[in-house]
């Protein structure tokens, strides 16, 4: 199964719209720190290495990009010796101090608290996150690839039979490109100049 998200942002009211109906399922708090290159050799490539409350994962791009359109989808690995591989090295010691000896080190740091809710299908994701940025998230699952615009589709006719009103305008930054907009504009430049969009 391929997990279809769809990012929104959302005002106050139209979050309480989000959820009606919607069973909640649980509350979290977890805190991600990304790591990459000074020249940004993974990000540059869509690719996400972090840990997530001290956990190595690594999400990469699957199938084809539509970065513009936003239904890219991900693919993730959990395990530090499949991760560097991934990377193209061996680890000596940890994965930890294998990524700092090559020249990966942490470029953000942020807090998330996250309330899951479903509703039929649909997974429902609302993020605050520490820097003061809010960003909620309907995900679907689909068989294969060929679902991909259908799913999408599917996530805009949920949200807009919510009673929310969806601009199919910008491009909805994720938080980790939100914070890199935020406080490394050189690097948010790279990332619009390798990506060959506007971000
Ligand atoms: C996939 C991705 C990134 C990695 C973080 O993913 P994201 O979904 O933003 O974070 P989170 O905390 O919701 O992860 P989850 O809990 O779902 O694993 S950072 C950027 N991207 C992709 C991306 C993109 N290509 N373009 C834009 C504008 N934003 C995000």
């Known amino acids: 199964m391929i997990e279809i998200e769809?990012?929104?942002?959302?005002?106050?009211?139209?979050?309480?719209r989000l959820i009606a109906g919607a069973t909640f399922l649980v509350k979290k708090i977890f805190t991600d720190v990304y790591y990459d290159t000074a020249d940004h050799v993974l990000t540059k490539k869509d690719i996400w290495l972090r840990t997530r409350e001290g956990k190595f994962e690594l999400k990469f791009p699957v199938g084809i990009a539509d970065r513009k359109r936003d239904i890219t989808s991900y693919d993730e690995i959990e395990d530090d010796a499949l991760i560097a591989r991934k990377l193209d090295f061996e680890i000596v010691g940890s994965l930890g101090e294998t990524l700092l000896s090559r020249g990966?080190?942490?470029?953000?740091a942020i807090a998330t608290t996250r309330l899951k809710y479903e509703k039929d299908e649909f997974h429902i994701d609302i993020d605050d996150a520490d820097f003061g940025y809010a960003v909620s998230k309907v995900e679907l699952m689909v068989a294969s690839e060929h679902d991909r615009l259908l799913a999408s589709q599917r996530i805009l006719d949920f949200v807009a039979a919510q009673g929310i009103a969806v601009e199919n305008?910008?491009?909805?930054?994720?938080?980790?490109?939100e914070y890199i907009k935020r406080n490394n504009p050189d690097h948010f430049q790279a990332l619009e100049k390798a990506w060959g969009i506007e971000l």
């Open 6 to 16: 769809k990012k929104f942002i959302l005002q106050s009211d139209d979050r309480v």
């Open 104 to 108: 990966y080190y942490p470029f953000a």
């Open 169 to 177: 305008g910008p491009v909805i930054r994720g938080k980790v490109v």
